[in-house]
């Protein structure tokens, strides 16, 4: 009888053993395993680590020490749990980990994708993580931005699941909104404008702006040429106007009624959509100007308003590049 369960509780071990190697040693038990291990070196902080299972990325310029520090400290990943594991039904290599945890106090429950090459030993670095984010950065372009202290190398760049905050070089803009909580790894790109990060001037930028702007339309005011500059030229011939068939060169006068005026003291600008690194403001801002002349018509000539002329009323638009160290107004029509 003792020899029987003996032989029984042997039985049972061995049977045991080989259902634990064969999870341990399976496809699916990998795929988990080496999820967990790149989860556990994200928390960890460890980036050198965490970036070994995610095999090539296009651009990883934000996959430092540095940048994953800085996540983390904001919101650090905890109570990680990984759960089943699916084999794809189409790809061979290819298997769906179940996993949990938190990022800063938000609770994420997604699936990570894994591929294990048809010809994979055991080891965990044949096996990589192909689930992963990149941050959408392409409203940016040519803007001397950081991502948590680090300057990404495209518009795209691969993130670890965590927290990333922008930032921007000059004193002229700022970067409104944000961070940008990039904590699913099954989301493709997290685009900084959908989660209302957007560059914005500063308030030193407004008042740089303003004082350069006020200034020359205070003094294109006072000028009474046809053309004085801020792109309100008043033509010497009016097409198609009967009333004033030519206007005699320094006998204009433009001014601003207070309405109008107010809205030049006040000029706001805005970064230009295409290019960011330039300034400038909508001419319905500076307010329009009324403007009287002194006519021909016939033989005859008269001081009279100037009908017909509407651009004439109102400035260009005034722009200033902010990578020109001058910082010149350009007036554009």
Known sequence: MTVIVIAAV??????????????VGSNEGRARRVVEMYLTAVANGDAEKARGYLGEVDDGSLLTEEVLRASNDRAPMTDISVGGVAHSQ???TAYQVQVSYMIGGEAVSTTLDVSIPRKSTSAAKAI?????SSLGLSQFRNVDITVNGVTPDTGYPAVF?????????GEYLEITGGPIAATDPSEHTYSALAAGVELAVS?????????KVIAEATECLASTSLDPGCGIEVPRYPKNNPWCEEVREDSVHRWQEPEEAAKLQS???EPDALTP???????NRLGYMRITVTCRTGDTWAESRLPGVLEATKFGIPSIDLTDPELPIVWDR
């Open 277 to 283: 690194t330039t300034i400038q403001a909508s001419p």
């Open 90 to 92: 189409y790809v061979s």
């Open 267 to 269: 000029i706001t600008p």
């Open 128 to 132: 990589t993580v192909t689930s992963r």
């Open 161 to 169: 699941p965590g927290s990333y905050e922008l930032a921007v070089g």
């Open 203 to 211: 308030e030193a930028g407004v008042q740089m702006f303003r004082e």
């Open 10 to 23: 042997l039985l049972a071990m061995i049977i045991g053993a080989i259902v634990l190697s064969t999870t």
